[in-house]
C-alpha cells in the first residue's frame, strides 16, 4: 500500500499495564493502517485490547498503564505547503499532543453515560474545544455585526433625535467592523465564546440531536443515553478532526439508535471528510458500515483487510472461527460452533503466537516464533504461520 | 420561586430539630443536680431556701417547670444567667457572639484557604514528597486534642520566646488593653471597630495578632479534615470517565484539574466544611478557655462548672441555630455547584 493515501498508521504497538498481580501485556505489537476517508472497523473479543488501541493512539494510558514502544505515525497535511507531514505521535511532547488531541484526531469513548462532565452544560463543553482548537476571529466578528445589524433594525423607522444619533452611533461601529473582515483581530473573549456556542449547536444540529438549542443549556444527567452519545460524537468532530475514533459508540444504545448513529457516522464522513475507527465486536456493524477491517486477538493484530474479503476469505483462522460463530438467519443450528480453548491471561500469555493453543493448524514453530503481519495476497495482511488457503474471489 | 420555597422548607423541618435538642438538653440539665444551687451559696442562711425555691417555680412538677421554660423561650425570655451576675442569657449572648464568631470566621477562612490548595497539590502530587508531607501535618490535624495543641502553641510561642525577650505572640485576649485602654466595642467585632469606629491600624494590627494563635488552633482540626476530604475527592474524580474526556479533548493538565475536576472534588467537600463550621462552636470552647478570649465558649464552661442551667440552655440551643443555618449554607451552596441537585 502506498503511504501517501494513508493518515493513520500504527507499528507494533507495545502497551502494558504494571498491576500487583505482574504485568499485563496488553499489547504485543499492533499494526493498524487507516486510509484518507475509509471506515475501519476494529474488532475482536472483549479484552483483546481494542480500547487500549485507542486510548494509546492518543496517548491517554493512564498509569498504570504504560506505551512502551512502537510508531503511531500520523500523516497531517501541510494547508501552506501543501503536503503531508509524518508526524509520529509517540515522539511528540506532551504539550504538542494537546493540539493532536481532539483536533487532528478524537474520541467518542465506550459507555456514553459516564463521560460528559455532570456540571457543565451540553453547549459549553462542545464550545469548550471548539474554542480551544479553532481561531474564531472571523465567526466572532460576523457575530458582533450581525447583532449590530439586528439593534439597527430594531431602531428603523423609529423617529426622534435620541435614535438617530444611536442609529449614527451604531452605524460608524458597524462600519469599523465590516472593514475589519479582510484580517479580523483577536476578537474579544465574549463573542468568541458566542462564536464557539454558535458552532456547538450546529454541530448538534448536525449529528440531528432532537431540540438542539435547548439541549445546549442542558446538563448530561438530563439527557437520554442516545442524546449524550450524539452530544459526545458532536464534540469529538466539532474541530473537523483527520480521525475520528468510535469506541463501541453504539453498543450501549438499542439497535434502532444503534442504525441511526451509525448512518449519521457514515453521513458525516462525506460531510466533514473524516477518517473513521470504529472499535466493534459486532460483525454486523462491521458488514454495514466499514469498507476495511483489522481483527485483533489477545493484544495482537492478526489480520486485516477489506470488508467483503474479510468475510468471504478469511485467511487466519481466529478470523475464520470468530465469523463461523456468528449466528446466521438461514442456518438452524442446535449450537453455535465455537473456538475452543479461552482467551489467554495476558500476565502470562502464550509464546509465539498467541492463538497457538487454540488453534487447529497450530506447529512447532508457532510455540516459539511470533508471526509478523504479512501482505500474502495483494491486500490481505495476516500474521500466522500457517494461513488458511486462498479461496481465490467471491463465494 | 423554586430557591425560596427550598429555603422555607428547610427552615420548617429545621423546627423540629432545634425543638428536639432544647427539649433533651433542658430535662438533662434538670436531672444532674437540684436546680436550686444556681440561687444559693454558701452564705444563703437555710431558711431563705424554700422561698427561693417557691419564686423561682421549682415546686413545680418538671413538665410544668419545661412549659414555664418554653413560654418564656417563645417571649424573647431565654432567663438569667446565674454566673454572670443574674444579667439575661440573651444580652450576654448579644455581647459575647461577635467574638466567638469572629474567632470562627478567622479559623474557617483559615481552615480553607490552606486545606483546599493542599488536598489539589497532595492529590495531584501523589506519593510525591509534598503529598507526604501534607498527609502527616493534615494527620496530625486530626489526631492531636485541640486543649492539648492550643497549649503547646501557647506554651512555645508566647510563653518560651517571651522568656527569651524575643517578639512573641500574645498569649491571650483580644487586644492588648493596656495600650488601647480607650477602646470601647461597637459591633463587638473587633477588626471592624478597630477600623471603622475607632479609625486605628495599630488597634487593627493588635487585634490580628490576637487572632492568629486562637484561630490557628482551633482552624486546624477543620483545615486538616478539609484537606483530608479535598485529597481523597480530588484523587476520585480524577479517575472519572469525564477527566479521560478533557484530556481526549487536549486540555492542558492545569484547565482539566481546576476547570473540570475541582468543581466537582469540591461538591463533597463542601459538606464537610458546613459540619465542620458547628464543630468550631465546640473547639471553640477549649480554644476560648484557654486563650482567655471573652466569647461563647468561655461563658459555656464557666457556666457548666457553676451549674448555670439557663446558660447551658441557652448557649446549646444557639449552636443548634448555628449548625442548622450552616447545613442550609451548604446546601445552597451545594446546588450552584452541582446541578444534579434540584431545589424544591
Ligand atoms: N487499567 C488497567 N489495568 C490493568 N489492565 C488493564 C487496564 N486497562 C485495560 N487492561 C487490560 O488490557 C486488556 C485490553 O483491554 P481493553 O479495554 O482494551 O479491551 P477491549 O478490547 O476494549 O474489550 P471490550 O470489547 O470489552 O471493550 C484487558 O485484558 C484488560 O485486562
Ligand atoms: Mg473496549
Avoid at chain 2, 443536680?33 to 437555710?46: H, L
Avoid at chain 2, 501557647?154 to 483580644?174: C, E, N, S
Wanted: hydrophobic fraction near 45%.
Amino acid at each position: 500500500m502506498s503511504d501517501d493515501e494513508l493518515v493513520l498508521k500504527v507499528e507494533d504497538l507495545v502497551t502494558n499495564f504494571y498491576t500487583y498481580e505482574g504485568v499485563v501485556k496488553a499489547l504485543d505489537g499492533v499494526n493498524l493502517f487507516l486510509r484518507k476517508g475509509d471506515t475501519m472497523g476494529l474488532v475482536g473479543e472483549t479484552g483483546c485490547g481494542k480500547s487500549v488501541t485507542a486510548r494509546s493512539i492518543l496517548r491517554l494510558v493512564e498509569p498504570p498503564g504504560r506505551i512502551e514502544g512502537g510508531r503511531i505515525l500520523l500523516y497531517v497535511p501541510n494547508e501552506e505547503s501543501g503536503n503531508v507531514e509524518e508526524v509520529d505521535l509517540l515522539k511528540l511532547s506532551e504539550e504538542d499532543m494537546l493540539h493532536v488531541r481532539g483536533r487532528l484526531v478524537s474520541i467518542v469513548f465506550q459507555d456514553p453515560a459516564t463521560f460528559p462532565n455532570p456540571v457543565f452544560t451540553i453547549g459549553d463543553q462542545i464550545a469548550e474545544v471548539v474554542m480551544l482548537h479553532q481561531d474564531l476571529r472571523k465567526e466572532a466578528l460576523e457575530i458582533r455585526i450581525e447583532e449590530l445589524r439586528n439593534a439597527l433594525d430594531k431602531l428603523e423607522g423609529k423617529g426622534g433625535l435620541v435614535s438617530s444619533t444611536r442609529r449614527e452611533k451604531i452605524r460608524e461601529r458597524l462600519a469599523h467592523y465590516e472593514s475589519q473582515l479582510d484580517d479580523p483581530p483577536e476578537p474579544d473573549p465574549k463573542y468568541k465564546k458566542k462564536a464557539a456556542l454558535k458552532i456547538a449547536e450546529d454541530m448538534l444540529r448536525l449529528v440531528k440531536m432532537p431540540a438542539p438549542d435547548k439541549v445546549m443549556m442542558q446538563y448530561p444527567h438530563e439527557l437520554s443515553g442516545g442524546m449524550r452519545q450524539r452530544a459526545l460524537i458532536a464534540m469529538a468532530l466539532a474541530c473537523n478532526p483527520l480521525i475520528l475514533i468510535c469506541d463501541e459508540a453504539t453498543t450501549a444504545l438499542d439497535v434502532t439508535v444503534q442504525a441511526q448513529v451509525l448512518n449519521l457516522l457514515n453521513e458525516l464522513k462525506k460531510e466533514v471528510g473524516t477518517s473513521i475507527i470504529i472499535i466493534t465486536h459486532d460483525m454486523g456493524v462491521v458488514a454495514e458500515t466499514c469498507s476495511w477491517v483489522t481483527v485483533m486477538y489477545a493484544g495482537t493484530t492478526v489480520e486485516s483487510c477489506a470488508t467483503e474479503e474479510l468475510f468471504y476469505n478469511p485467511r487466519h483462522p481466529y478470523t475464520a472461527g470468530l465469523l463461523t460463530a456468528v449466528p446466521k438467519l438461514h442456518e438452524n443450528r442446535e449450537r453455535l460452533p465455537q473456538i475452543r480453548g479461552s482467551v489467554p491471561n495476558l500476565i502470562t500469555p502464550p509464546p509465539g503466537c498467541r492463538f497457538h493453543p487454540r488453534c487447529d493448524y497450530a506447529t512447532g514453530i508457532c510455540e516459539t516464533e511470533k508471526p509478523h503481519l504479512k501482505e500474502i495476497s495483494p491486500g490481505h495482511w495476516v500474521a500466522c504461520h500457517h494461513p488458511l488457503p486462498d479461496k481465490g474471489g467471491k463465494r | 420561586m423554586r430557591l425560596r420555597d427550598f429555603i422555607i422548607r428547610r427552615i420548617l423541618l429545621a423546627i423540629p430539630v432545634v425543638f428536639g435538642v432544647l427539649t433533651i438538653t433542658w430535662f438533662l440539665s434538670h436531672m444532674v443536680g437540684d436546680p436550686v444551687v444556681m440561687y444559693i451559696n454558701t452564705n444563703t442562711p437555710a431558711s431563705a431556701i424554700p422561698g427561693i425555691i417557691r419564686s423561682h417555680g421549682l415546686d413545680q412538677p418538671p413538665h410544668i417547670q419545661y412549659f414555664i421554660y418554653l413560654n418564656n423561650l417563645f417571649h424573647g425570655d431565654w432567663g438569667e444567667s446565674t454566673s454572670m451576675s443574674f444579667r439575661p442569657v440573651t444580652e450576654v449572648i448579644a455581647q459575647r457572639f461577635p467574638a466567638t464568631i469572629e474567632l470562627a470566621l478567622v479559623a474557617m477562612v483559615f481552615a480553607v484557604l490552606l486545606g483546599i490548595p493542599l488536598g489539589i497539590i497532595s492529590a495531584t502530587r501523589k506519593d510525591q514528597m509534598i503529598d507526604h508531607f501534607t498527609r502527616i501535618f493534615s494527620l496530625a490535624g486530626v489526631s492531636m486534642p485541640i486543649f492539648w495543641f492550643a497549649i503547646m502553641l501557647k506554651y512555645v510561642l508566647y510563653y518560651q520566646l517571651a522568656i527569651m525577650g524575643l517578639p512573641h505572640l500574645p498569649g491571650g485576649y483580644r487586644y492588648d488593653s493596656n495600650r488601647f485602654y480607650w477602646f470601647q466595642y461597637t459591633t463587638g467585632f473587633i477588626l471592624i471597630d478597630s477600623l471603622v469606629y475607632a479609625h486605628s491600624i495599630p488597634l487593627f494590627v493588635d487585634a490580628l495578632t490576637h487572632l492568629v494563635m486562637p484561630g490557628f488552633c482551633l482552624g486546624y482540626l477543620t483545615m486538616a479534615i478539609i484537606t483530608r476530604m479535598m485529597r481523597s475527592s480530588m484523587l476520585e474524580v480524577l479517575r472519572e470517565d469525564y477527566i479521560t474526556l478533557a484530556r481526549a479533548k487536549g486540555l492542558s493538565e492545569k484547565v482539566v484539574i481546576y476547570r473540570h475536576a475541582l468543581r466537582n472534588a469540591l461538591i463533597p467537600t463542601v459538606t464537610v466544611i458546613g459540619l465542620a463550621f458547628g464543630g468550631l462552636m465546640t473547639g471553640a470552647v477549649l480554644t476560648e478557655t484557654i486563650f482567655q478570649w471573652h466569647g461563647l465558649g468561655q461563658w459555656a464552661v464557666s457556666a457548666i462548672l457553676s451549674a448555670d442551667l439557663a446558660a447551658i440552655n441557652g448557649f446549646t440551643l444557639l449552636v443548634a441555630l448555628i449548625f442548622v443555618t450552616a447545613n442550609l449554607i451548604v446546601d445552597l451552596v451545594y446546588g450552584t455547584l452541582d446541578p444534579r441537585i434540584r431545589f424544591g
